[in-house]
């Protein structure tokens, strides 16, 4: 580890840049965004959807309006994902899109920070109360050993403090690889993803809330919630930072 001082000098030789956009930062910030970058990520508000927590043009009837915040979707109503309830920040789009990448591809760990505060801020009021744990998205061991953390779990330890849950990363293992999922249609997604995830017996009875960076088509998250509820969770939701939004149906 860096000391302070270390850190302060390094800072005046190579001043801290803004990952998105490489403006120079002021003295003493490592790390986050630069404000005009931070200040352009597309916020999303309340979920219009409260399943997928999608916005949504149509909306459905709900045969029992008191049970939910908001009503369901189309897509949800037909075919529901294995969790309860998906919230998340803002799009995946711009500058949030390059700052996801730095976290998680250039090694700026340090950006778990003012990622995991998006996620909290923009999605504390909309989230049910009784949470009893956060639990990050596993990585492939070999993907965890070559980038040296996996990033769901900075994300939700600093979700964690901020929401005053604790987060569990050995309640949910990945018990076989997969390909990575970028490369794969929704489909392909969903075949790759399936029984790769085991819960600890230790989630049974409880509300998790799964964490990740982002949200694509939901695959691996459905995956990891399915292995939650086969060992006995309770409740079951997903919050993540970025979100891609298809294209309207
Ligand atoms: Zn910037
Ligand atoms: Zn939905």
Not at 1 to 12: C, E, K, R
Not at 26 to 52: H, K, N, Q, Y
Not at 103 to 115: D, M, S
Not at 194 to 201: C, H, L
Request: glycine share 8%.
């Amino acid at each position: 580890m860096l000391s302070s001082f270390t850190l302060a000098a390094l800072d005046l030789v190579f001043p801290a840049l803004c990952p998105v956009c490489e403006a120079t930062l002021g003295p003493g910030r490592r790390d986050p965004l630069c404000g005009a970058c931070w200040g352009a990520i597309t916020r999303l508000g309340a979920p219009t959807c409260d399943v997928c927590g999608a916005a949504t043009p149509t909306i459905a009837t709900v045969a029992e309006p008191p049970r939910r915040v908001a009503p369901t979707c189309a897509t949800c109503m037909t075919s529901p994902p294995h969790y309860d309830y998906a919230r998340s920040a803002a799009l995946y789009e711009g500058g949030l899109r390059d700052a996801l990448h730095a976290f998680k591809f250039a090694g700026r760990r340090a950006l778990a920070g003012p990622l995991g505060d998006l996620a909290a801020e923009q999605c504390v009021a909309s989230l049910p109360d009784g949470i009893d744990a956060l639990i990050p998205v596993p990585l492939a061991r070999e993907r965890e050993r070559e980038r040296g953390f996996n990033q769901a779990t900075l994300l939700a330890r600093r979700i964690g403090r901020r929401l005053g849950v604790p987060t569990r990363p050995s309640w949910l293992a990945r018990i076989r690889s997969t390909r990575p999922q970028s490369d794969l249609s929704a489909a392909e997604r969903r075949t790759n993803v399936r029984g790769a995830f085991r819960a600890s017996e230790r989630v049974a009875g409880r509300h998790l809330l799964l964490v990740d960076d982002i949200l694509t088509t939901g695959a691996t998250l459905d995956a990891c919630a399915r292995a939650l509820s086969a060992a006995g969770a309770r409740r079951v939701g997903v919050l993540t930072v970025a979100r891609v939004v298809h294209a309207a149906v």
